[in-house]
């Protein structure tokens, strides 16, 4: 292939990365998305999945185009990438935007606990949200059900959040008590005065900031932990968010997460 006389768009280490990764734990897909290389023998399309079968040194199933026109440059990656929520959507998701979002930090949490989640390093795999939900298609719905009605009560909390608190919470065998957290968050009702969610709340309704859902996840731990346990709150604080906290109270499991390798 010759050197293209464009120049192409900068090489990401992180993408490649990805794509090495994904080639090595046999999660690589054959799609209509390969190499294309133009009537001049110029290389227009592919060069982060180039990279990626080189460096892993495994050879995988790929499309290959060659002839194309030259003019095709200027088009190829303009579209809209697929999301998470387009793929729950075909899988029947009910809220797929909050079942992909919760699904997604339930596993970045359970898979970089002690990593901040920016970054293509610690991005999830579309396969792996769309195979979790089609694995837990009924807790999922119930979940976000829940979360959504939840956020419409109190709009300061993180429904995405919230969705993956509840998943965390039921491999600890949680869920019930995951459920009413969240239902309190939403209501606020019934909470004594040193009551955790009530500070909380509190605390959210008071310093409104864009957080990351990496944040909320975090506080909704710290805050479950301590409304479990029925310790008092007098000021809430939130807590670091690497390495993650973790939850402190377990019983037999709701289900059990499992990475798909």
Known sequence: VSQSRYSYRKLSKARVELCVALI???????????????????????????????KSGIAVPIMLSTGCDPSNFDVIDSGKKRTAADALSLCGAKRAALAGAGIKGYIQYRRFPDKVWTGQLVIVDIFDTRQFYSENSGLVDLITTRANTSYGMFKQQNSSAAV??????????????????????????????????????????????????????????????????????????????????IITTSRPATFEYRDWE
């Open 24 to 54: 090595a734990e046999g999660k690589w897909k054959l799609t209509h998305q390969g190499i294309a290389i133009d009537s001049n023998n110029v290389l227009q399309d592919g060069q982060h999945r180039l990279h990626a079968i080189a």
């Open 164 to 245: 993956s608190f509840a998943l965390i919470a039921g491999e600890h065998g949680l869920l019930d008590e995951a459920l009413r957290f969240i239902e309190l968050m939403g209501t606020g009702a019934g909470l004594g005065t040193y009551d955790p969610i009530l500070k909380y709340r509190n605390f959210l309704a008071n310093n409104q900031a864009n957080r990351s859902l990496q944040m909320y996840l975090a506080a909704n731990i710290k805050c479950f932990n301590k409304w479990i346990s029925n310790e008092p709150v007098f000021c809430f604080k939130m807590p670091s968010i690497a390495p993650m906290p």
